[in-house]
């Protein structure tokens, strides 16, 4: 069964840091493209960043330079290191497995930046 697990997220300061993982299993992980999104209270689903099977990112242009997706094929886990957070980074953050297949989607962890 595909799943995809997030976890690292919580309450930061702004300025502040946070690393989300996300663990897959039952999927062909190295040869996925993978990606996060947020969603903000009554916003929609946006990109944040995403990495393809040999490692290539694109990222939204309010994050870049602060965030930085990577991932560990030999542990099936990609990995978004998020530094000077901002409060507006505020929302709940899912992975996605974006291809092959269809998409598939985690449970989400909440990233909330206080000022």
């Known amino acids: 069964q595909e799943q995809l697990v997030e976890s690292g997220g919580g309450l930061v300061q702004a300025g502040g840091s946070l690393r989300l993982s996300c663990a897959a299993s039952g999927v062909l992980f190295r040869i996925s493209t993978m990606g996060w999104y947020r969603q903000a209270p009554g916003k929609q689903r946006d990109m944040v960043a995403t990495?393809?099977?040999?490692?290539?990112?694109n990222y939204a242009d309010s994050v870049k330079g602060r965030f930085t997706l990577s991932r560990d094929n030999a542990k099936n886990t990609v990995y978004l290191q998020m530094n000077s957070l901002k409060p507006e980074d505020t929302a709940t953050y899912y992975c996605?497995?974006?291809?092959?297949?269809?998409?598939?989607w985690g449970q989400g962890t909440q990233v909330t930046v206080s000022s």
């Open positions: 996605s497995k974006l291809w092959p297949g269809g998409s598939l």
């Open positions: 990495i393809t099977s040999g490692g290539g990112t």
